[in-house]
T-cell receptor, first 113, second 114 residues
Framework: KAGVTQTPRYLIKTRGQQVTLSCSPISGHRSVSWYQQTPGQGLQFLFE???????NKGNFPGRFSGRQFSNSRSEMNVSTLELGDSALYLC????????????FGPGTRLTVL | GESVGLHLPTLSVQEGDNSIINCAYSNSASDYFIWYKQESGKGPQFIID?????DKRQGQRVTVLLNKTVKHLSLQIAATQPGDSAVYFC?????????????FGAGTRLAVHP
């Protein structure tokens, strides 16, 4: 099976712009989670989707949003980008509906200038 | 490659030695724990997991120990190899939460020297 894929791998934006990141989970996985990784804060949970429904959201401002499609592919969007949004954004998928281990993609490296 | 953490604690070991990486978890309700390995430029990779009804689990060259009394996890790597050099994260999650969400530790960088 192909692993979790994320596009694009690298992205450079300027402050105030918005960005959309895409994630394709492992075939058959219906749960998709997003994490932000920074040197200062480490790996932090953004949100999780299951069958097109957001089931849980981390402690991030409303500028961070996401959605999941009927084929389980997911997108996350960040509006009005700030310098502090520069990070590695990781997508993970899980076969389990809850409490399962998650398979991670390679991430999208976002740089905000 | 991308840096996953510029100020992580580092464990330096000689090739062939055993490594022990420690982690303190925060949530008493967590009942499932996972160790991930992250190499430069890659996403975290599953190594081994353990449920709260166990205190030890062994894999190939790796062992995870869980001490629920003091909320402590450790990862033991036997005969450490240069390919084990990476950042290691522990993660916790409640199985009964009705969703998937991992809470990660800060990570430890393992440097293996020949």
């Amino acid at each position: 099976k192909a692993g979790v894929t994320q596009t694009p791998r690298y992205l450079i934006k300027t402050r105030g712009q918005q960005v959309t990141l895409s994630c394709s989970p492992i075939s058959g996985h219906r749960s998709v989670s997003w994490y932000q990784q920074t040197p200062g804060q480490g790996l932090q949970f953004l949100f999780e989707y299951f069958s097109e429904t957001q089931r849980n959201k981390g402690n991030f401002p409303g500028r961070f949003s996401g959605r999941q499609f009927s084929n389980s592919r997911s997108e996350m969007n960040v509006s009005t980008l700030e310098l502090g949004d520069s990070a590695l954004y990781l997508c993970a998928s899980s076969l389990e509906s809850n409490g399962g281990w998650e398979f991670f993609g390679p991430g999208t490296r976002l740089t905000v200038l | 490659g991308e840096s996953v953490g510029l100020h992580l604690p580092t464990l330096s070991v000689q090739e062939g030695d055993n490594s022990i990486i420690n982690c303190a978890y925060s949530n008493s309700a967590s009942d499932y724990f996972i160790w991930y390995k992250q190499e430069s430029g890659k996403g975290p990779q599953f190594i081994i997991d353990i449920r709260s009804n166990m205190d030890k689990r062994q894999g190939q060259r790796v062992t995870v120990l869980l001490n629920k009394t003091v909320k402590h996890l450790s990862l033991q790597i036997a005969a450490t190899q240069p390919g084990d050099s990476a950042v290691y994260f522990c993660a916790e999650t409640p199985i009964s939460g009705g969703y998937n969400k991992l809470i990660f530790g800060a990570g430890t960088r393992l440097a293996v020297h020949p």
